[in-house]
């Protein structure tokens, strides 16, 4: 499937320009088997990138603007490096513009160059298409023009350029779609940046993502809304007790001490973020231990608490996560990456996906009137060069 993609997408670079590209990069989306909304709350998470990519062909051009083409929407638009970065209302071409503008605020010298680019991630579903867009940007000028930025702050200066679009994410899908490794899932320790690679072998089970098809507008402002809800916890939580210093040094109980202290949200949403911190660390130990069955319940916990406390579910991850608790063969299920939409990340019996790919398929669609995509999950490498 890449390779078709990568054909594509240097035959239209060539085809548009002129010559063959010079460099051309590969840039993966992301799963997250655990640890949700906690990238930013000092929290662990483990994700790992797929094997779904976007494809970049580039070439410098030798003057002071880039071109930069969407094959798959068929729009292209024009840049000059030299000059101020401002936002624009064409949003695919913000990432591309935030991650020049970041370039530009940290002094590296580089000039225009011809891009095109192509991809198979879906958009929408949770699987990180933004943050590969950036980090195969900047991947590919870091390259043309040996830039010298470590893979890790190519991450981090994704993360800003993100920030810069407006959504104030943690570091999370950024890092996997530079840092991922085939077949491996990354421990990420979002407060110090330390990460091991954890083998991702789930045993009798296949990870499935039922993408509910539905992206619910309220994401950017919900998302940045949770992250402020939870800054105010967490300097309560600091002004009462002098030894805390993030999350990480709370107990539930901790928590539940301030509970008059807190606005009924801030509670909640500080609550949860105790209880995933310590998910993640059971959940990585239980895949560590071939105990998926844990790991299951521990993926149906988390969605409970997306679901309720932190509230950035919506009744089409609802009702899929609930699908699954009824099915035997299904022993973990819950909403992936930011919420309200996209995907479930599913752990289903090997040998009964099609029968519960069929059966799913149906009652989604029987609730909500909506094809429900399904996606098999293969864990690739980061970001990286092709050519
Ligand atoms: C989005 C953000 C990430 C992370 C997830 C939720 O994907 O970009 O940083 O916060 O939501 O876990």
Redesign the pocket.
């Known amino acids: 499937m890449n390779d078709i993609l990568i054909k594509k997408t240097t035959a239209f670079f060539q085809d548009k320009f002129g010559n063959a590209p010079e460099k051309v990069v590969l840039s993966p989306g992301r799963i997250?088997i655990i640890?949700?909304?906690?990238?930013?709350n000092d929290g662990y998470?483990l994700p790992a990138a797929i094997d779904k990519i976007i494809c970049f062909a580039f070439a410098k051009n030798n003057t002071n603007t880039s071109k930069v083409v969407a094959l798959d929407l068929n729009e292209e638009f024009e840049i000059d490096v030299t000059a101020e970065v401002k936002l624009d209302e064409v949003d695919w071409t913000n990432y591309i513009r935030g991650v020049i503008n970041q370039l530009k605020i940290n002094g590296f010298k580089f000039e225009g160059v011809n891009c095109v680019f192509s991809s198979n991630i879906p958009v929408g579903s949770?699987l990180?298409s933004?943050?590969a867009l950036e980090c195969g940007f900047l991947f590919g000028l870091n390259d043309i023009f040996n830039l010298n930025i470590k893979p890790i702050d190519i991450a981090l200066l994704g993360?800003k350029s993100?920030h810069w679009v407006g959504?104030k994410?943690?570091?999370?899908?950024q890092f996997s779609s530079v840092m991922g490794l085939e077949d491996k899932v990354i421990r990420i320790d979002c407060k110090s940046l330390e990460y091991e690679y954890h083998t991702a072998d789930f045993n009798d089970y296949s990870l499935i993502l039922f993408d509910s098809n539905v992206k619910h507008s309220l994401m950017t402002s919900a998302?940045n809304e949770r992250r402020q809800q939870c800054e105010e916890g967490i300097a309560i939580a600091k002004a009462n007790f002098p030894e805390i210093k993030s999350f990480r040094d709370c107990t539930e109980q901790t928590i539940i001490d301030l509970k008059d202290k807190m606005s009924h949200d801030v509670f909640r949403r500080s609550l949860f973020v105790v209880k995933e911190i310590n998910r993640v660390i059971q959940a990585c130990e239980a895949l560590d231990n071939g105990n998926i069955e844990l790991l299951g319940e521990l993926m149906f916990a988390t969605h409970d608490g997306l679901s309720k406390d932190y509230e950035v579910s919506c009744e089409e991850l609802d009702l899929l996560v609930d699908l699954a608790k009824k099915e035997t063969a299904v022993i973990g299920s819950r909403l992936m990456?930011?919420?309200f939409g996209g995907c479930t990340i599913n752990l289903v019996k090997k040998g009964q996906e099609q029968q519960i790919k069929d059966k799913f398929s149906k009652l989604y669609r029987e609730a909500f009137d909506i094809e429900l995509k399904i996606y098999d999950v293969k864990i690739g490498n980061g970001t990286s060069l092709y050519k």
């Open positions: 997250n640890g949700e909304h906690i990238d930013y998470v949770g990180s933004s943050a993360q993100e959504i994410c943690g570091i999370m899908d998302y990456g930011g919420g």
